[in-house]
T-cell receptor, first 111, second 114 residues
Framework: DTEVTQTPKHLVMGMTNKKSLKCEQHMGHRAMYWYKQKAKKPPELMFVYSYEKLSINESVPSRFSPECPNSSLLNLHLHALQPEDSALYLC??????????FGPGTRLLVL | QKEVEQDPGPLSVPEGAIVSLNCTYSNSAFQYFMWYRQYSRKGPELLMYTYSSGNKEDGRFTAQVDKSSKYISLFIRDSQPSDSATYLCAPGVDSGAGSYQLTFGKGTKLSVIP
């Protein structure tokens, strides 16, 4: 089983809202990733967690706040987003030295 | 020069054709070489991966890496309309603590015409 699940599938939020994206995997992977993908562009790395610790933050604005409560779960908390943050948000996971498997993504629209 | 260069296409071929998709890269530190397929409005799906120079075959798909020339290829034989998608090359480097970073090409949009 190489499944990464993400909820919700779609999200519409206003610029003053607070919302969270959720990602889950049960493959025993110890690295989890958040990516942002705009239309017709490749995914851009946002954050990397290794063994539940934040190891890479690609200079992402503080209105995005990641959290890794346990080895299977990854959250992305959203607050005071801008319309330009509308995108497909992808979660991925990998075992040590192995390939990354992506979830289906959450399509976010900020009004 | 971008780290990974990939012709965005679009590429349109008739059903049954052999498709060749290519990327070049500049970072000699890349250790892993992935190809992802992404259908419209879906997440990327891992298609092929290699860790060294040479060929790797899986059904109708062959991935080829030439580290000396920093060239990555994906060949699709007997292409099908269901192969119509965007193909992303993604070389990667170990970033420590069990994770690694992928650098994606822009993706090539492929259409296979019945």
């Amino acid at each position: 089983d190489t499944e990464v699940t993400q909820t919700p599938k779609h999200l519409v939020m206003g610029m003053t809202n607070k919302k969270s994206l959720k990602c889950e995997q049960h493959m025993g992977h110890r690295a989890m990733y958040w990516y942002k993908q705009k239309a017709k562009k490749p995914p851009e790395l946002m954050f990397v967690y290794s063994y539940e610790k934040l190891s890479i933050n690609e200079s992402v604005p503080s209105r995005f706040s990641p959290e890794c409560p346990n080895s299977s779960l990854l959250n992305l908390h959203l607050h005071a987003l801008q319309p330009e943050d509308s995108a497909l948000y992808l979660c991925a996971s990998s075992a040590v030295g192995q390939t990354q498997y992506f979830g289906p993504g959450t399509r976010l629209l900020v009004l | 020069q971008k780290e990974v260069e990939q012709d965005p296409g679009p590429l349109s071929v008739p059903e049954g054709a052999i498709v060749s998709l290519n990327c070049t890269y500049s970072n000699s530190a890349f250790q892993y070489f992935m190809w992802y397929r992404q259908y419209s409005r879906k997440g990327p799906e891992l298609l092929m991966y290699t860790y060294s120079s040479g060929n790797k075959e899986d059904g109708r798909f062959t991935a080829q890496v030439d580290k000396s020339s920093k060239y990555i290829s994906l060949f699709i034989r007997d292409s099908q309309p269901s192969d119509s998608a965007t193909y992303l090359c993604a070389p990667g480097v170990d970033s420590g603590a069990g994770s690694y970073q992928l650098t994606f090409g822009k993706g090539t949009k492929l259409s296979v015409i019945p």
